[in-house]
Each structure stands twice: as C-alpha cells, then as structure tokens.
C-alpha cells in the first residue's frame, strides 16, 4: 500500500515536499517512481530513483527544481519540489516496481505494479 502526503496549494515560485509511505518489509527492493495528471492531460512521468537510491531519473520539465530521494529505513520516498510553476499543478501519484538498472521500465507507468491515491498540487500565478 502507498500512501501519499504533502499536496497543497502553493504560489508561483513556492516548495512542497511529497512524501510516499509504502507497507510491507521489502521496500529497498523497490523502484520508486513520482507520476503526475493535470486535468484533461494524460498522466505523465516525473521522477524516478532505483531502489538503493544510488540513481534518479527526472522528465526534462522539473530536473534541476525537482528531487526525488527515499528513506528506506522508514519505507517512504520522497519529492522535493521548488521553484513550482502554475503548469506543475496536478494530482501526484507515487507508484512501485521492482527495482531494474533499465531506466525503459523506471519511466513508464506501465510498468509500476502498485500505485498511491495520489495527492493534489496547485500552483496559483
């Protein structure tokens, strides 16, 4: 189960920190993944991190604003976000996989198995 935390409504140019705390004993074998939809849009990749965390993946729109980290003693990862644009308004959802080197499967929803009810973010101009 994943558990998602830390939405809100935030203005241009603001920060918020998700937070995504997943059940289980087996995190760390986890790939973790942050997703987002905007209304109307189709959901789209965010961030990415492998399950010891030594490697991240970011779309191009946020790299360099946004972070992806986890803490695997405490079974939660975690989305630093700054410098927030009206256009990063969207519901966030962070979703699992086993954890792969192939970025290909770290990318794509499709291939997450387990998926968070997923948490709200707006960014007022």
């Known amino acids: 189960q994943l558990v998602e935390s830390g939405g809100g409504l935030v203005q241009a140019g603001g920060t918020l920190r998700l937070s995504c705390a997943a059940s289980?004993?087996?995190?760390?074998?986890?790939?973790m993944g942050w997703f987002r939809q905007a209304p109307g849009k189709e959901r789209a990749f965010v961030a990415a991190?492998?399950?010891?965390?030594?490697?991240?993946y970011y779309a191009d729109s946020v790299k360099g604003r946004f972070a992806i980290s986890r803490d695997n003693a405490k079974n939660t990862v975690y989305l630093q976000m700054n410098s927030l644009k009206p256009e990063d308004t969207a519901v966030y959802y962070c979703?699992?996989?086993?954890?792969?080197?192939?970025?290909?499967?770290?990318?794509?929803?499709?291939?997450?198995?387990?998926w968070g009810q997923g948490t709200q973010v707006t960014v007022s101009s």
């Open positions: 289980g004993r087996t995190f760390s074998t986890y790939g």
């Open positions: 979703a699992a996989r086993p954890t792969t080197s192939d970025s290909r499967y770290l990318v794509s929803g499709i291939y997450y198995d387990y």
């Open positions: 991190i492998t399950g010891r965390g030594d490697t991240t």
